[in-house]
């Protein structure tokens, strides 16, 4: 999606959202590419750095199945040890 800077101002909490599911927004002025918003975690992976495997499972755009990574401390988990 590409916005004039006006607009982008106005627009600024859609322009987020929009970059918050993966779809870069880039902002022009006077017709020029001036800047680019795009979600934190790609700009983190653009930039080399590490990132933690929770941090990434969240991150990723193309996961839509609704995950529960938390680790319930309530249950033990059972253990087959005769394997």
């Given amino acids: 999606m590409r916005w004039q800077v006006q607009e982008a101002k106005q627009r600024f909490s859609e322009v987020l959202r929009a970059a918050e599911s993966g779809e870069a927004q880039i902002v022009t002025k006077h017709g020029e590419e001036v800047a680019v918003v795009i979600d ?27 995950l529960d990574i938390q680790r319930r401390r309530d249950e033990p988990r059972e253990i087959d040890l005769a394997a």
Avoid at 49 to 65: C, F, G, N, Q, W
């Fill in 40 to 66: 934190i975690a790609q700009y983190r992976r653009l930039r080399g750095e590490a990132t933690s495997l929770m941090d990434y499972l969240r991150a990723e755009p193309y996961v839509e199945a609704d």
